[in-house]
């Protein structure tokens, strides 16, 4: 991952070329020079790349396939290393840590170096090995017994004893007609785990936090930039019409992320489906991730300055937020994931006042739902929808970067970007936090944020919800088997687009791509995707990929004649109406029939003034 540092005197690549940062001018821009050259520039902090970007074999592990010891055992490190890491004076720090956790100095700089250079939590697991020392002796099956054991005797609200944690080891090594593990191992095992992780998993959060966490300022923790963030979900009300023949379709859901010291919203994820943990995902990533690419992209002229890995995600206690992969992910980056305590709405505060404030802006816009049934009264949203997807999320970009983001806030008196930049340089009263560490491998982390699935592997490839996808890439691990049982992989998606998959090859520790086998098949988005597959367990239709798209092809077929007609029909009415009011005043009203071509424009308008 190589996370470097934004600071003076860091060594950084620009264009390829060493170079030295030598001023900081904003939260986007520095002055570098190129060391062989001594050619001074100012440029964008998008365009730097780490100069020590030789990424450790370590950092490549994806938490999903780490074995639960391996995990464990770098989240051991982690929280053995974590007071040190922010720590200006850690030679004291290192040594109390070594004679605590009877760990060598060496091995604790090693830890921290290591951690420093990937910024994530695995890449503590360490090497893997063949044999040797260091390997444990104990089988796979020893192992996943003590692990699990402890998991869920031990580290459990019904607080069992190390002994009695022990006695049930033993019996389910038994009952399997495996050697019994030494009862120090099982005591080492359990005396390895850090106090806040028993004391979270034993007595709860809420008691964790009370010992662990400062209590201070009038939101904890939320002193700088980046240090508490809230995210949360809301169905916004406004209908929407599709990208192609912009019929209306549905509201969106909107995941968005705010700063708690400065309010400024950091990141947000746009989408037809139902919150959940990849949208809460999707999220993150664009939270962390520089903006300058993506706001070009949308031909969006405005500076968004928010970017960085956040210390603490708060969020409220909704299934979709306690995901275990979004757990591990946040923890993987340092991220405390932190769950609102019940009873205490404020917390979620910040961000619920963020969604109102964008909800009065949205009931203006064509096609919205109001939020309020008397304020709607006649008003047909469907029938006034006009804004697709993308350009309701370009619409919500330009109102958060060059509206809100500017305006005064009146909690804070100044605007959230004046408040942000105060936190990060700093002013006569406060020393600013300085700018976050930049992430190089920008793929690397979005991906590690996106949905999951395990599949195993045959000789036509992987199926995703009846979708078939392959490449060579895949063939050396067809019908891959650890004895009778098939061997599942780990594969990654784009919600937004399904017509390729990401394969994490587990030999190579990296991400490859997987189209769809059938390439001539279009690109689709998850919710596009899930309308085909209602309609047709609707009609009780066989569901297989050919039928899919061919289903796919003849809804857009569909629609598209039915727009046709339905513009047709309208053109008829019309002249239809016109004719038969014509004949009714001739009729009815004994006046002669008039055609359009004897009235002559304004041909009386000056009577009106005799």
Request: net charge positive; charged share 30%; hydrophobic share 30%.
């Amino acid at each position: 991952m190589s996370n470097f540092f934004i600071a003076p005197g860091e060594k950084v690549l620009y264009d390829n070329k060493e170079s030295i940062i030598t001023k900081i001018i904003d939260l986007d821009t520095v002055t570098i020079e190129e060391v062989h050259t001594n050619i001074i520039r100012t440029v964008r902090i998008y365009e730097l790349k780490s100069y020590h970007n030789s990424i450790p074999q370590t950092s490549q592990y994806e938490i999903k396939t780490l074995s639960e010891e391996k995990w464990d055992l770098a989240q051991r490190r982690y929280e053995i290393i974590k007071p040190i890491l922010s720590a200006d004076k850690k030679r004291k720090l290192i040594l109390s840590a070594s004679q605590e956790n009877n760990i060598s100095v060496p091995t604790l700089y090693r830890w921290i170096k290591t951690y420093n250079e990937t910024g994530l939590v695995s890449s503590l697991a360490g090497k893997e090995r063949s044999g040797g020392k260091g390997k444990s002796r104990l089988s796979n099956k020893v192992n996943d017994i003590i692990n699990k054991t402890i998991n869920e005797i031990y580290l459990n609200s019904s607080k069992k004893s190390i002994s009695k944690t022990i006695r049930i080891v033993h019996q389910k090594c038994h009952d399997n007609n495996l050697k019994r593990p030494h009862e120090n191992t099982i005591r080492q095992r359990i005396n390895n785990l850090s106090e806040e992780l028993k004391l979270r998993k034993r007595y709860g959060q809420k008691e964790a936090q009370y010992k662990f966490e400062p209590h201070k300022g009038h939101f904890p923790g939320a002193d700088y930039p980046l240090s508490v963030v809230q995210i949360d979900h809301t169905v916004v009300d406004i209908i929407l019409v599709d990208e192609e023949y912009r019929r209306p379709y549905k509201r969106p859901h909107l995941t968005v992320a705010i700063d708690v010291f400065s309010r400024m919203v950091i990141g947000f994820y746009l989408s037809y489906n139902t919150p959940g943990a990849y949208g809460t995902g999707m999220c993150i990533s664009h939270s962390i991730l520089p903006k300058e690419l993506w706001l070009r992209k949308m031909d969006i002229e405005e500076d968004w300055p928010c970017w960085g890995i956040m210390n603490t995600i708060h969020v409220d206690n909704a299934k979709e937020f306690r995901g275990d992969m979004l757990k591990k992910a946040c923890f993987n980056y340092g991220i405390n994931l932190e769950f609102r305590p019940p009873g205490t709405p404020h917390w979620g505060g910040h961000v619920e006042r963020l969604l109102g404030t964008f909800s009065k802006e949205i009931h203006n816009l064509s096609g919205t739902t109001f939020s309020d049934l008397k304020k709607r009264k006649n008003y047909n949203s469907k029938e006034h929808a006009s804004l697709t997807l993308k350009e309701f999320e370009k619409w919500l970009t330009i109102y958060i970067t060059k509206i809100y983001h500017h305006k005064v806030h009146s909690s804070l008196s100044m605007s959230p970007l004046q408040k942000f930049k105060e936190g990060i340089f700093g002013n006569e009263n406060q020393i600013g936090r300085g700018l976050p560490k930049k992430i190089s491998d920008e793929r690397r982390l979005r991906l590690d944020f996106m949905p999951y699935y395990e599949r195993s592997i045959q000789e036509y490839g992987v199926v995703i919800d009846h979708i078939h996808y392959y490449d060579e890439v895949l063939r050396k691990y067809v019908h891959s088997s650890t004895g009778k049982v098939k061997n599942k992989f780990l594969f990654r998606r784009n919600p937004r687009d399904i017509s390729v998959i990401y394969f994490y090859d587990p030999q190579l520790k990296d991400y490859f791509e997987i189209p769809y086998r059938n390439t001539s098949l279009p690109p689709i988005s998850i919710w596009e995707y899930k309308d085909v597959l209602r309609v047709l367990k609707k009609n009780k239709i066989e569901l297989n990929e050919e039928k899919i798209f061919e289903s796919y092809r003849e809804l857009d077929k569909l629609e598209l004649n039915s727009i046709k007609k339905t513009r047709d029909l309208k053109k008829d009415t019309k002249k239809i109406n016109k004719s038969a009011i014509n004949n009714e005043i001739y009729q009815n009203k004994a006046i002669p029939k008039i055609d359009d071509d004897d009235i002559i424009p304004f041909d009386d308008s000056d009577d009106i003034f005799k």
